[in-house]
Nanobody
């Protein structure tokens, strides 16, 4: 299986920046798409951004131009640089990794943006 450990969440003022990281370990030899999802209180989990092993990216419309996803394949790590944060970005952010043998999730990291 694959274990995902997230870091980088916290409290920031509106307009500020945070950088999330997610390191994968275990059965990582065939990871394909990695990405970030988020879930705000009372809402469903939603896609934030994904990146394939070939570095093709996909973003939710709400974060385009503000967030950047990147990946270090040698270290099995995915990053999410979040700029111009808004209170609406407040949520628990979850790392996700997909392979032909499964779909894996991290434990989540809280991001809180104060107005």
């Amino acid at each position: 299986q694959v274990q995902l450990v997230e870091n980088g969440g916290g409290l920031v003022q509106a307009g500020g920046s945070l950088r999330l990281s997610c390191a994968a370990s275990g059965r990582v030899f065939s990871l394909d798409t990695m990405g970030w999802y988020r879930q705000a209180p009372g809402k469903q989990r939603e896609l934030v951004a994904t990146i394939t092993s070939a570095a093709n990216t996909n973003y939710a419309d709400s974060v385009k131009g503000r967030f950047t996803i990147s990946r270090d394949n040698a270290k099995n790590t995915v990053f999410l640089q979040m700029n111009s944060l808004e209170p609406e970005d407040t949520a628990v952010y979850y790392c996700n990794a997909r392979a032909y043998y499964g779909d894996f999730w991290g434990q989540g990291t809280q991001v809180t943006v104060s107005s």
